[in-house]
């Protein structure tokens, strides 16, 4: 039985058409991936179908019901559920508690406990979704969150259940897990509308694909009558090669050196007696799930936290009370991990954006004056150089997609060959042939002598360009290892917290039961 029709969903905004006509059916018991690149539409074409965008034309059937949805309340009323990459949940609430919060009519807003965590531990049971009911979520694991969200849509019913790049904050363990709990909804029943940037993804959990470009459908594929290599041609109108590393010389100078670094956010100990050090010409990575101390240790490098103890040099300046501006003066750079807060000014165009925290200097400032015609010279060069999709430099950022968005900052940061870069998340949300393009442009700096301190929880990427790569966990790194030596399920472990020996002991005894390395 059909779940979902989508016909002919069209949205046009002043520049662009984000959604050209967009069909679409899911069936009952089905995971249905949708892919595209940045920009082509998937956010617009979900933000449709949960309500929080109207379409200027297409329909909407579900369940063989024509519906329209003028907010995520009527979506919701219809059997649709969303799961956001950012999680909607009180911390100081028990599991349960966030489950039925809201959905409990008549008993105006107050939860009764141990009705909820019965209720809650059946429905956990029946679709195979492990998590502590009457725990507080307060310092539970991303994956565990992730399936109190997943609960939450179906304590209200939800027969179709849309997940917005679920596997970008989870470690390689949790997303095997989360394709399990896909499996099991499937198995009951349920339709799932998986949207990801992930090609292996695709092939390992979804029954059909969808792929759009520039917000119309190029293909509609059975994954077992697909490849990787199609699916990413419909993506992207050609082949997409993954290119081969630079060689690598022998690293030079420290350019960054961070020693016994301790960092208090909010009273608690963010970063705990954190000593690393990045050369000339070396990538070192940061693996780790987010929110085990990476972001504090970034922000205190860029001068943004103070130290607790410790010391930070950049290019052999101790760097004790700098300010942010005089540490780029020393050459440090930064890709921020939230590119909506920190990274970019919305309002503001191209222009404006790929010049900030640069306009003091030549060759966009001269005799004290900015140099406009420079300026949009300079936001053209680097727009064409990584491949941002926008309408013009006079557009402002703020309407682009996030991928597209995420392009103008590592554009920003990485057009100026300062010596040290601090990337965090430098390929969240881009779609694989940006994601090539920035491996790329990441690689040539290093080559040319540039030191990057690489966050990431995409553990490809930092096995795929790091020279050493040190795992966090609770504030503490776990252990600094040659890239050469680094497997997923040996880096999945250590970010789970297992100690370097045991994670090491563990992933030889499955290698030997037949499980896969790298
Ligand atoms: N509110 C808006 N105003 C103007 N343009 C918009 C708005 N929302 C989306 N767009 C444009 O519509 C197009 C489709 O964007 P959308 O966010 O749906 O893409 P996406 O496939 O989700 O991309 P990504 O993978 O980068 O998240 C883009 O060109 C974007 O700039």
Known sequence: MRALELSGITKRYPKVVANGG?????????IHALIGENGAGKSTLVSILYGFVQPDEGTIVVGGERRSFKDPTDAIAAGLGMVFQNFNLFPELTVAENV????????????????????VGDLAERYGLQVPVGERVEHLPVGVLQRVEILKSLYRDARILILDEPTGVLTPQESEGLFEVMRSLRAAGKSIIFITHKLDEVMAVADRVTVLRDGRVTAS????????????????????????RLARSAPGAPVLEVEGVTVEVDGRTA?????LSVRAGEIVGIAGVAGNGQDALAAA???????????????????????????????FTHIPEDRHVTGSAPLGDAVLNLAVGYHRRSPLRERGLLQPKRMVEHAERLIRRFGVRIAGPAVAVGTLSGGNLQKIVVARELGHDAPLLVAEQPTRGVDIGAIESIHGELDEYRARGGAVLLVSSEL????????????????????????????????????????????LAEEAASAAEGGTAR
């Open 22 to 30: 967009i069909s679409l059916a899911v069936e009952q018991g089905e």
């Open 100 to 119: 039925v919060f809201g959905a409990e009519p008549g008993r105006l807003g107050l939860v009764d406990r141990r009705a909820a965590a019965a209720e």
């Open 221 to 244: 594929l059975v994954t077992a009558e697909t490849s990787p290599r199609e699916i990413s041609r419909h993506m992207t109108g050609r082949d997409v090669e993954l290119s081969q």
């Open 271 to 275: 970063v705990d007696d954190v000593s």
């Open 301 to 331: 490098i860029g001068g943004h936290h103070p130290l607790r103890s410790g010391r930070i040099r950049i290019a052999g300046t101790d760097v004790d009370g700098a300010d942010n501006r005089r540490r780029r003066d020393l050459g």
């Open 460 to 503: 490809s990427e930092v096995l795929n360009l790091s020279d050493r790569i040190a795992v966090m966990f609770e504030g503490r790194v776990m252990a600094v290892i040659p890239s050469a030596e680094a497997t997923v399920p040996l880096l999945g472990l250590m970010m789970a917290g297992v100690p370097y020996e045991t994670a």
